[in-house]
């Protein structure tokens, strides 16, 4: 068992003792020690896990607040219809192990201290938040935005008040808990159509009758709807449905977003890197817990299969997060001896206010990649997700609420470029990091000059994988396939030139036609799915685009690339692995980004025409190697201008190691150590320790 398994489980057990010393001695009387005294531990302990009283009652309504969440998650997955999802959220919150003695009387303790508490009291908040965002949810598949704001309200209040009551009555008895939920169930069908039938996931309508969700921009904690806004449609790229309308951010909520995130990033900044490490590991903590969930809406929004989503996107979201959350504690300046009259010390401090602008492809992952060390440094984060697929980002701000990230540290203003460029030429705004394409990256740094901002960039590439003469075939086979197919090769690392040894080539090829023929294209929450949906339908244009152009110039398209409309796939943007083999480095297939499942098959001689040709690109954010020779791979390696580089493997990027790219691919790492470089700016500080010299 790791380190941090046994802490997570010494944890546990101390809330459990403070959740029993409560029941029976009341708020007032526990203290540490009689808590470390139940649990027969040193009241040292206690605060080395928690720190003082405060906060370890503040985990505890933590935990209890989440056991419910979780509760209530699960009961909503098992629900078929939005009216079963409404139940699942007053089953949950009425189920008998919510109202038990033991359990109600600790609840009770809690909501009468919270007055008192400004931690308790935000612990209580963002539950109330998440209960009635739940039933906000479910209840907007079946009536207007108005309408179903109005009835989440009221059913969140007779929740709270049959809770109450039920609670306070003399002898309790489960069955109690039963009758509650009768009465709350009678209530609700008196105020809801009564025949409908509709969307079987938490906010996401399964058939085109039911009307799309509307989602408000995310500013200061909450969502803030302004029913004014223009619209846009995200569109699952698999079924061609209408997922969700999403309200674009304008002028007025920009500025809301800034006034919010100022006075976030305040609180924020003040509290320890320590203490903003807690925070950000329970939001690693929520994402997995979420993890399924997560993934699903991912790969609704994005076409991408869910057992990709389900292992990676998420999951290296939490990844990125947790790692920063352990570095937030030990961002530290330093302290420079000057001498006997003088120190000197540096301090490293956040920028202030930085705007995250994501790409479509891995749409938490970026979110993620960008607020975990700009969280980290004191930063507050505006983040503008892709127009194309903006659903998980609003996620990560509930999940971040809940977490205890204060409110207006991340606010999520979607859009289109135009929100974007709101957001770049803002000048309170002193960083922005994007993810897109190089034409994107130049405007946003040509824009951001305006105001002198700080700027990451992540951009596109044209990546080579060169596969020498001794390489493990298989090995490099697959680092080819996944380095040009996984996601339907809408990866911005990938691996396009794929460039092959004369001496191994057709082995190469009928081996790799043979192992692509296999990959199944279909629905992409289907489990067995390994290809889904390219992104949109103009983007599957232009990929389909560049495959005619391929064939039309002379290269040898030897499958695939074609259209996949079987059945319900007709419905969708799919495409089938495509491989070329192509004699020169001309072809525009082998020039220009194409961002989908199109691997081109170069061939070479030597190792000095391989570089070379590995090089002649404006890009350069990946490259790989696959050989036996250890000697080669280092010296190839150094020889080739790319930010990230593999040696026999492909596209795996640990949180880690520094990513970014060389040339026109970009400016800046995410990721690693690096990347506190790029959220945080250096104060240095001259100390006079004797009289000031004055010739004056
Ligand atoms: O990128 P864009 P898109 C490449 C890939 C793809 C192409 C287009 O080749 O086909 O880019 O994808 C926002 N000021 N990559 O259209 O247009 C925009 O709203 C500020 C590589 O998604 O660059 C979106 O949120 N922001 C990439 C983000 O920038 C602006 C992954 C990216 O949009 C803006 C995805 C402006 N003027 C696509 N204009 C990678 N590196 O992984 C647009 N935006």
Redesign the pocket.
Known sequence: MSRRDQEDIRRKQLIDTTIHVMAQVGFNATTLGLIAKHAGVSAGLVAHYFGDKDGLLEATLRSLASRLSRAAAARMRAAKTPRERVQAVVDANLAPEEMDSQTSAVWLAFWGQAIHSDRLKRVQRIYQLRVLSNLRHALRQMTTGEEAERLAVIIAAIIDGLWLRTTLAAAWSPSDSEAARRIAAGFIDTQLPMSFEGPTMSHLPATASAAPPRIANWIGGAYRPNPAAETFATINPATGEVLAEIEIADAAQLEAAIASAKTGQKIWARMTGMERGRVLRRVADLLRANNDDLARLETQDTGKPIQETEVVDVISGADCIEYFAGLAGGITGESVDLGPNAMGYTRREPLGIVAG?????YPIQIACWKSAPALACGNAMIF?????TPLTAFKLAEIMTEAGVPDGVFNVLPG??R???L??THPAIAKVS????V???K??MA?AAETLKHVTL???GKSPIIVFADADIESAISGAMLGNFYSAG???SNGTRVFVHRSIKDKFISRLLERTAKIKIGDPMDPETQMGALISDA?MR?VLGFIERGVAEGATLLCGGKRVTDGALAQGNFVSPAVFDATGDDFTIVRE?I?GPVMTILTFDTEADVVARANDTEFGLGAGVFTQDITRAHRVIAELQAGTCWINTYNITPIELPFGGYKQSGLGRENSRAALDHYSQIKSVYVALAPVESPY
């Open positions: 602008i994501g790409a479509w492809n503008k997700p892709s127009e194309l289109d470029g929100t974007g460029s957001l770049v994007l993810t897109g394409s034409p994107t990256g405007k946003v824009a992540e951009l596109g809408e990866v911005c983007h232009k980004e961002f």
